[in-house]
Nanobody, 114 residues
Framework: QVQVVESGGGLVQPGGSLRLSCTFSAAILTIYSTNWYRQAPGKQRELVAT???????NYADSVKGRFTISRENGKNTLYLQMNNLKSEDTAVYYC????????WGQGTQVTVSS
């Protein structure tokens, strides 16, 4: 069983930045599609960003130009750099690896508020 540990959430003012990290206990980043999802209170979970096993990235329209998904294969770590944060970005953020199996992080709270 692959273990997944997320970190990096917190409270930030509008316009600020945060970087989320997600470390997997196995080297799966180059064979799995890896994703960041978020879920705001009272809303469904939504896909925020994806990086494929080959490194192709895609973003939700709401975060394009502000968020960047990346990975460091040697550290088995997935990142989400979030810039120019807005109040509507407030949510619990989850990392996910999808392939032969489906692995999820525990979630990390991001709150954007003045």
């Amino acid at each position: 069983q692959v273990q997944v540990v997320e970190s990096g959430g917190g409270l930030v003012q509008p316009g600020g930045s945060l970087r989320l990290s997600c470390t997997f206990s196995a080297a799966i980043l180059t064979i799995y599609s890896t994703n960041w999802y978020r879920q705001a209170p009272g809303k469904q979970r939504e896909l925020v960003a994806t990086i494929s096993d080959r490194g192709t990235t895609n973003y939700a329209d709401s975060v394009k130009g502000r968020f960047t998904i990346s990975r460091e294969n040697g550290k088995n770590t997935l990142y989400l750099q979030m810039n120019n944060l807005k109040s509507e970005d407030t949510a619990v953020y989850y990392c996910n690896a999808w392939g032969t199996h489906d692995y999820w992080g525990q979630g990390t709270q991001v709150t954007v508020s003045s």
